[in-house]
């Protein structure tokens, strides 16, 4: 564990000396008390004495702009492993790095590196305690166009060596090449020498089989055949495909497949965004009794459904009377049931379990995000408004419950700031629910504000940590995030309000929150700037279009500028009918709806910045905003990310972006008042 520790700290930054008041005061574990390796207290110590006294002004910009050097943290299933990855940024690399803790003999070894402009890891899983499944994405081209590439890598963690997992016999099947090859059906506990995998091109329709793959080898059985339409399985608790889920266009049809035959038995059919809409999550142990997710008085809900009987009766398992709930659940092999749902333990054990760790770790939010299969071992991320999180390896025999790393040691929550939860009404009455974001210390008076929507824009803010809300705060602006009409959470009614609705109804709730927090005395009318990203970006824009009365300036990380060129490029892709049912299809009205259209009345000074390898929101929409802004010779500053993605992955590209933002907002709003120190 020595080892493990010196590992993780890697002496970059050591922890604050709240973090160390924080883990050291901790005295009652799961099962007894919390026992701290004396080399572990020793470099606490080392990091308090050297963060005695503490500066509330502000952090560098490097402090925000480095993504978590280590993440995806996950023991094997014996707890024996501990795997991770690094990342390693120098002036000609940035690598990320698949890294391997011998938890018992402390020896550790790098098993795959890559360099995220070629490639990145998104997800690691065990498959067994001698494989990883290691998913990454890259950009690529199809027929011309930019799209996103995803691969499986099955790697050896004795050996090291890696391979694609459809390779050989299955790859020789393929009549051509899939887009997305990493799609897991299933893991199987019991049969450790195979996995379930997702994978169309087995066939010449468009439609997805499931494979049962021999990671021992490289044979492959195809075990569930496509049909024209599938694009996902569902399996049950022994590992067979019995849900799959048809698109045609905005049309879906769920089904059940019947005794590992190929005949189907339709089971709902819905148009997308529709409250008839019954999502399929996954099995009880029994394979008949499927949990679902559909709408409930106007919420979504989570549902059982016994697929044995002829009426399909959904039975109430989980609701909110204000919120829809998470269709999550999780299922413990172990116990061969249910144990968890939305995020919440339903097992009394695991129940108790929770309680104790939240005993334990006070004033924290404590989620259990990997776990040995005999529940020895386990992984907690520890995490407030204020601390993005910390990472505690916990062993129930030994009684202990070790420090492992932060997810952004550089930043002390002791200098971050909570997030207040606000509402408003916005103009029609809807009441729209938001977080307000004020520099530490701050008691009243008007500040100089980031109004700040978020991206998606079907997607949601939360009064949890984030690193942009944190920076602003540090420079000393108020922030103001809203879940407008059409963010996703708030119930089927508010969804639908947001179809459509770009730079309408949509817009208009990110001014009326605007003029509601100035009414308040709270933002300060002639110090206020609008931000955000992608969709963000997109409402920043029309923000400047729309209000320039309420704004000095706009920030557009990857932000949409032509509406009717991103529904435009969708053309040839199977989502294309969703994009427009979602955007739009009236191409007057969308070119209204656009900043684009409106290059020559903007007043405002414009910040853009946009990656060359976007596959979300492609770069012409950042470039032809730039292009039409200085030909009419607009206050306008670009900023191209030479091989920049869509989320801001790497350092480089993190720290070009809030430098630039840094001095933008310093020069359009006024340098904040610098904080006092705190002795």
């Known amino acids: 564990m020595r080892a493990l520790f010196l590992l993780l700290t890697a002496v970059k930054y050591f922890a604050s000396m709240q973090a160390f008041c924080y883990l050291a005061a901790v005295k009652i574990l799961i099962t007894g008390t919390l026992t701290l390796n004396s080399l572990f207290v020793r470099a606490l110590l080392i990091g308090a004495l050297l963060s005695s006294t503490v500066y509330a002004g502000q952090l560098p910009v490097e402090a925000f702009a480095s993504a978590p050097a280590i993440d995806m943290l996950k023991l094997s299933p014996d707890g024996n492993k501990l795997s991770m990855i690094q990342r390693l940024e120098t002036d000609k690399e940035q690598l990320v790095l698949l890294k391997l803790v ?24 065990w498959a067994n305690n001698r494989q990883l499944l290691v998913k990454a994405a890259y950009a690529s081209h199809r027929y011309g166009t930019p799209v996103t590439e995803t691969r499986l890598v099955v790697v050896d963690v004795n050996t090291g060596k890696n391979y694609n997992a459809v390779r050989g016999q299955l790859q020789r099947k393929l009549v051509r090449t899939p887009q997305f090859q990493s799609e897991i059906v ?35 059985e195809v075990i569930a055949h496509s049909r024209e339409n599938l694009i996902d ?30 005949e189907f038995r339709l089971l709902w059919q819905f148009e997308a965004f529709s409250e008839q809409a019954i999502w399929p999550i996954g099995f009880d142990a029994d394979p008949n009794i ?5 709408y409930h008085d106007g919420r979504k809900a989570i549902f059982t459904v016994d697929l044995s009987s002829t009426d399909l009766a ?3 398992v989980k609701a909110d009377a204000n919120y829809d709930v998470p269709a999550d659940i999780s299922y413990s092999w172990q116990d061969n049931k249910i144990i968890a749902i939305a995020d919440e333990y339903i097992d009394d054990k695991y129940r108790t379990f929770q309680r104790a760790l939240d005993k334990a770790l006070p004033d924290a939010e404590n989620s259990i995000i990997s776990m040995s299969h005999d529940q020895n071992r386990y992984i907690v991320l520890s995490s407030s408004q204020t601390n993005a999180g910390i990472y505690l390896l916990g062993d129930r025999k030994a009684k202990s419950l070790e420090y492992l790393t932060a997810k952004f040691a550089q930043l002390p929550p002791e200098q971050m700031v909570a997030k207040q939860t606000i509402s408003y009404q916005a103009r029609d009455g809807l009441t729209i629910e938001g977080f307000l974001t004020t520099p530490l210390g701050y008691t009243q008076g008007a500040l100089p504000t980031i109004i700040f929507p978020h991206g998606g824009p079907i997607s949601f803010d939360d009064d949890g940590f984030d690193y942009w809300t944190q920076f602003f705060a540090n420079r000393g602006y108020a922030v103001l995030q809203m879940n407008f009409r059409g963010s996703y959470g708030y119930g089927f009614d508010f969804m639908q309000m947001g179809l459509q609705g770009w730079g309408a109804q949509m817009q208009d709730d990110v001014e009326d929150g605007t003029r509601w927090l100035i009414s308040k005395g709270i933002a300060d009318a002639k110090r ?18 729309k209000t320039p009365d309420l704004y000095r300036c706009a920030v557009s990380f990857a932000g949409v500028s032509d509406l009717k060129a991103l529904v435009k490029a969708q053309r040839g892709f199977t989502n294309y009918e969703i994009v427009k049912k979602q955007i739009g299809d009236d191409f007057d009205v969308l070119e209204q709806r656009s900043p684009l259209t409106f290059a020559r009345q903007f007043n405002l000074p414009v910040l853009l910045i946009h990656g060359t390898d976007d596959r979300s929101v492609r770069v012409n929409q950042s470039r032809d905003l730039y292009k039409a802004l200085r030909r009419y010779d607009k206050d306008v500053q670009y900023i191209e990310l030479e091989d920049g993605d869509h989320y801001l992955s ?14 933008f907002l310093q020069q359009h709003l006024t340098a904040p008042v610098q904080q006092a120190a705190i002795q």
């Open 102 to 125: 011998d938890l018992e003999s402390g020896e550790q070894k790098f098993l795959m590196k890559a360099d995220t402009r070629e490639l990145n890891i998104f997800s690691v899983v």
């Open 186 to 220: 299933a893991l199987m506990p019991e049969d450790e020498e195979h996995f379930l995998l997702a994978l169309d091109g087995l066939s010449y329709g468009m439609g997805t089989s499931v494979v049962k793959i021999n990671l021992a080898g490289e044979i492959a």
């Open 233 to 262: 399985w569902v399996a049950d608790r022994s590992h067979t495909p019995r849900i799959a889920v048809f698109r045609e266009d905005k049309q879906f049809q769920i089904k059940q497949r019947l005794a590992e035959s190929n």
């Open 290 to 294: 499927l949990y679902v997710s559909a």
């Open 314 to 316: 959904l039975q109430l």
């Open 528 to 545: 206020i700037c609008i931000v955000g990203a992608s969709y963000g970006g997109y409402a920043a824009l029309m923000g400047a279009v």
């Open 650 to 663: 790497t350092n480089s590209h993190r720290l070009q972006t809030f430098q630039a933002m840094d001095s």
